[in-house]
T-cell receptor
């Protein structure tokens, strides 16, 4: 089993739609979790950290379920500018483990 | 602040040639990382460093060497390039590896080995 797995995608959704991405991780000792966004041919950038109680930043909501070792990202009211690859990242001691990413295309 | 910079941005090598990729950060970060990104595989950690003078192996270290002689610089070396090392290489830095800590990435180096 890979350390971090994500929905394979791609997700093609119309503008204004709500879309959810799922991520599972295998290291039960992990303490830190993140969602990064990566635009085509660019470097990854932090979208949001994932807190134990769940957290929201505008149209984005992240949830963590430690018992199931599961992380989710919900995007409401999708914009064309949300089109990107979303990377689930899990802390693994002194370094970070990246999932393969889920590509989102928001269509006009 | 420039953040994290990488040199060069693009490079084409022939099999067996060597090269060094330079990563520099001006944020006084302790931790630095080298990743490679291949289609459909996400970012994989090659080597990392938790401070000046220290390095450690990541998930895919074979064929690469690194050095962290100065806190702000992290060098990635390919001694004898192979076509399997064709990839996009990203450097990143963070202040620690602690909870809720953010990694900052450089713009990447696109390497092709013929």
């Amino acid at each position: 089993r890979k350390e971090v797995e994500q929905d394979p995608g791609p997700f093609n959704v119309p503008e204004g739609a709500t879309v959810a991405f799922n991520c599972t991780y295998s290291n039960s000792a992990s303490q830190s979790f993140f969602w990064y966004r990566q635009d085509c041919r660019k470097e990854p950038k932090l979208l949001m950290s994932v807190y134990s109680s769940g957290n929201e930043d505008g149209r984005f909501t992240a949830q963590l379920n430690r018992a199931s070792q599961y992380i989710s990202l919900l995007i409401r009211d999708s914009k064309l500018s949300d089109s990107a690859t979303y990377l689930c990242v899990v802390e693994g001691g002194q370094n970070f483990v990246f999932g393969p990413g889920t590509r989102l295309s928001v269509l006009p | 602040n420039a953040g994290v910079t990488q040199t060069p941005k693009f490079r084409v090598l022939k099999t067996g040639q060597s090269m060094t990729l330079l990563c520099a950060q001006d944020m006084n970060h302790e931790y630095m990382y080298w990743y490679r990104q291949d289609p459909g595989m996400g970012l994989r950690l090659i080597h990392y460093s938790v401070g000046e003078g220290t390095t450690a192996k990541g998930e895919v270290p074979d064929g690469y060497n690194v050095s962290r002689l100065k806190k702000q610089n992290f060098l990635l070396g390919l001694e004898s390039a192979a076509p399997s090392q064709t990839s996009v290489y990203f450097c990143a830095s963070s202040s620690t590896s602690g909870v809720y800590n953010e990694q900052f990435f450089g713009p990447g180096t696109r390497l092709t080995v013929l």
